[in-house]
Nanobody, 121 residues
């Protein structure tokens, strides 16, 4: 499987961005797709996840109410709509695929290359 993330860029605080992750290869209903992020000098952290089959969603407290994860099963694509962005959201955002919901990136086996989001104050 290959995951291709895109949509990052430079945005002012309070602005919005929408990330996409295209999955090549079969994605099963049992899979979980997630977005993680890694700021400079920090560990990779969980942002959001979605159960591919049911569409159930999960969010880190830091993004809850501002970010929305979604997926288009027909297009094999996952999205992350990010609103009311803050400078502390600046990070490389990675999409990943796993078999269960987890906040630990080590539980996700397949990763995209990352897309940089920079939020200016």
């Amino acid at each position: 499987v290959q995951l291709q993330a895109s949509g990052g860029g430079l945005v002012q605080a309070g602005g919005s961005l929408k990330l996409s992750c295209v999955v090549s290869g079969r994605t099963l209903s049992s899979h979980v797709m997630g977005w993680f992020r890694q700021a400079p000098g920090k560990e990779r952290e969980f942002a959001a996840a979605i159960r591919w089959g049911t569409g159930g969603t999960y969010y880190a407290d830091s993004v809850k109410g501002r970010f929305t994860i979604s997926r288009d099963k027909g297009e094999n694509t996952m999205y992350l709509q990010m609103n009311v962005l803050k400078p502390e959201d600046t990070a490389v955002y990675y999409c990943a695929r796993g078999v269960d919901v987890s906040y630990d990136p080590r539980d996700f086996r397949s990763w995209g290359q990352g897309t940089l989001v920079t939020v200016s104050s």
